[in-house]
Antibody
């Protein structure tokens, strides 16, 4: 059974940083794009970022471009999201998903940006 | 960028009755390869999203056959033939024909009357 497990969320002050991780099992991780999606309280799903199998090609939503960095370690089947200069509007549940079709999803990790 | 407009945004349904959700795109979702990359997702309360359909009408494993996906071009529909209590949640369409960016609809909240 495919499993994605996110971690790294928490409470951070505006302007702070967090690094999210997503460990993937029972899935050909190194052969697929990977994606981060978030859902803010009371709002819908919002695509955040995706990257290619090798990690060479990265894509970001305008709302996070220049502040977030997506990366991966194929030897560890792990996806990362480095989030800097965090704002209140970044408060959300963050999900990792396989591919850019989002076939499988993790359970999410909550990021709260507040002073 | 593509805009996906779902309707209705709130959908109260009586158990056992049908339900239908529309997703309209601001531009055609037919890719130059001939495929239409429109997916549907379900997010139940307290759970992560789950994909129901990919490429308009291809049902994912484990999705009950009371769910169906249809449409073409710019107009797409998710239908539930007979709503059950376990279907409560928020439903999203999503397109990857023109990615990046990946675009989601606003979501449709299905509730039981």
């Amino acid at each position: 059974e495919v499993q994605l497990v996110e971690s790294g969320g928490g409470l951070v002050q505006p302007g702070g940083s967090l690094r999210l991780s997503c460990v993937v099992s029972e899935f050909p991780f190194s052969s697929h794009y990977m994606t981060w999606v978030r859902r803010a309280p009371g709002k819908g799903l919002e695509w955040v970022s995706s990257l290619s199998q090798s990690g060479e090609s990265t894509f970001y939503a305008d709302s996070v471009k220049g502040r977030f960095t997506i990366s991966r370690d194929n030897s560890k089947n792990t996806l990362y999201l480095q989030m800097n200069s965090l704002r209140a509007e970044d408060t959300a549940q963050y999900f990792c998903a396989t591919g850019h079709w989002c076939d499988y999803w993790g359970q999410g990790t909550l990021v709260t940006v507040s002073s | 960028d593509v805009v996906l407009t779902q309707s209705p945004l709130s959908l109260p349904v009586t158990l056992g009755q049908p339900a239908s959700i529309s997703c309209r795109s601001s531009q055609s979702l037919v890719h130059r390869d001939g495929n239409t990359y429109l997916n549907w997702f379900q997010q139940k309360p307290g759970q992560s999203p789950r994909r129901l359909f990919y490429k308009v009408s291809n049902r994912d494993s484990g999705v009950p056959d009371r769910f169906s996906g249809s449409g073409s071009g710019t107009d797409f529909t998710l239908k539930i033939s007979r709503v059950e209590a376990e279907d409560v949640g928020v439903y999203y369409c999503m397109e990857v024909t023109h990615w990046p960016p990946i675009t989601f609809g606003q979501g449709t909240r299905l509730e039981i009357k």
